[in-house]
Structures are given as structure tokens and as C-alpha cells.
Antibody, heavy 122, light 107 residues
Framework: EVQLVESGGGLVQPGGSLRLSCAASGFSFSTSWMTWVRQAPGKGLEWVANIKQDGSEKYYVDSVKGRFTVSRDNTKNLVYLQMNSLRAEDMAVYYC???????????????WGQGTMVTVSS | DVQMTQSPSSLSASVGDRVTVTCRASQSIRTYLNWYQQKPGKAPKLLIYAVSSLQSGVPSRFSGSGSGTDFTLTISSLQPEDYATYYCQQSNDTPYTFGQGTKLEIK
């Protein structure tokens, strides 16, 4: 079964850190770009970061640059999001997704996890 | 950054209606335009990719069109299970950006 399963969310104080994990199965993980997207409560979707198949290229939304780091382990089919210096505005459901790469595919996000909630509060 | 502007932000329609949602990009995004459906408490689901290609398993009543900066999602005959929020998204360049969403409600 094609699947992405996120974990690692929870309650953290402002300024704290959290590492999210996303386990992939049922598709060729090592040949897939991966992405993180978040959704604050009651709000729309916001792209957070992309990582290339071999981890050699990473891209971030400006609001998390210098605080968040995306990484992956192709031997374990895992992608991570290390989140440091967390702020109230980072509170959201975090989704990992696969990017179906290529012009004909629109670089669409075709496989999504169920999401993991990150709550930033004192 | 590419801004994606969706309209309307909300829409009331009846079962069987034809529904159209539009999305405008602030600059050309070629064919890197995708549409997603999201139901409450669930992850988004890809409906249409590369402007007009139907994702596997998605009913044929969904269609997409457009080019350059102006794009449209059409539902030809609204079904009860289609009540949800719809987002357009551009993948032409990072930061990827989403429209603000269109909430489709029962009339």
C-alpha cells in the first residue's frame, strides 16, 4: 500500500525544538522529491520545504529558513523536519507529501500523509 | 514569490449544479498548476495535475483548464461527496504557493 505516515508532533514551548518524521512505503522513495506542507488551525495550506532525492538540494519558505532543516534517510525510507526556535505562528498540522516530478506531472503533491499536529504554547 | 488568487472564497451550490473555481497566478507558471480537495480533518487529495490531467481514481466530473496565469477547476455535476475546500497550487518555482481555498457548501 502506498503510504506516508508522519509522527513526532506534540506540545512544545516557544523557543523549543521538535523533530517530525515521515515514513514512506509502497513507492520508490529514493527516486522521489519530498515536501512538507503545514496548515494552521482554520487556515489554508502553506508549503514549508522540499528535499531532492539524494538530499543534495533543499528549499524552504522564508519564514522557516535558519530554524527548520529537512533531511532524509533513503535506507530507512524516512524524511525528517527538524524544527528549532519554534514560534506560536509555527503551530499547525504538518503534512509530508511526495512530489510527482516532471513537467507532465506538474510537480504535483500526489501522496500525502495524515498529518501530525504541532502545538506551540507555554 | 508567485501569488495565487482563488475565487470565490466560498460558494453555495446544489447537487447537480455545475461549479467553477478560478485561480490566477501573479506571473506565468507554465503548466505547473495543480488542484486539491480537502475535507475537514483530512489530508488534501490531489484532483488535477499539470492544469488538466485527472489524477487516477478521481471522477471524470472534475476537470481543469487554463494556461499561463489563469486557470479553472470545473465540477460538471456536483455530488454530495464534493462538498469540501478546494485549493490551487503552483509548483513552477519555490516557494510553492497555494491559493487561499474555496469552500464549497451545500445550498
Amino acid at each position: 500500500e502506498v503510504q506516508l505516515v508522519e509522527s513526532g508532533g506534540g506540545l512544545v514551548q516557544p523557543g523549543g525544538s521538535l523533530r517530525l518524521s515521515c515514513a514512506a512505503s509502497g513507492f520508490s522513495f529514493s527516486t522521489s522529491w519530498m515536501t512538507w506542507v503545514r496548515q494552521a488551525p482554520g487556515k489554508g495550506l502553506e508549503w514549508v520545504a522540499n528535499i531532492k532525492q539524494d538530499g543534495s538540494e533543499k528549499y524552504y519558505v522564508d519564514s522557516v529558513k535558519g530554524r527548520f532543516t529537512v533531511s532524509r534517510d533513503n535506507t530507512k525510507n524516512l524524511v525528517y523536519l527538524q524544527m528549532n526556535s519554534l514560534r506560536a505562528e509555527d503551530m499547525a498540522v504538518y503534512y509530508c507529501a511526495r512530489i510527482h516530478s516532471g513537467r507532465s506531472a506538474g510537480d504535483a503533491l500526489d501522496i500525502w500523509g495524515q498529518g501530525t499536529m504541532v502545538t506551540v504554547s507555554s | 514569490d508567485v501569488q495565487m488568487t482563488q475565487s470565490p472564497s466560498s460558494l453555495s451550490a446544489s447537487v447537480g449544479d455545475r461549479v467553477t473555481v478560478t485561480c490566477r497566478a501573479s506571473q506565468s507558471i507554465r503548466t505547473y498548476l495543480n488542484w486539491y480537495q480537502q475535507k475537514p480533518g483530512k489530508a488534501p487529495k490531489l484532483l488535477i495535475y499539470a492544469v488538466s490531467s485527472l489524477q487516477s481514481g478521481v471522477p471524470s466530473r472534475f476537470s481543469g483548464s487554463g494556461s499561463g496565469t489563469d486557470f479553472t477547476l470545473t465540477i460538471s455535476s456536483l455530488q454530495p461527496e464534493d462538498y469540501a475546500t478546494y485549493y490551487c497550487q503552483q509548483s513552477n518555482d519555490t516557494p510553492y504557493t497555494f491559493g487561499q481555498g474555496t469552500k464549497l457548501e451545500i445550498k
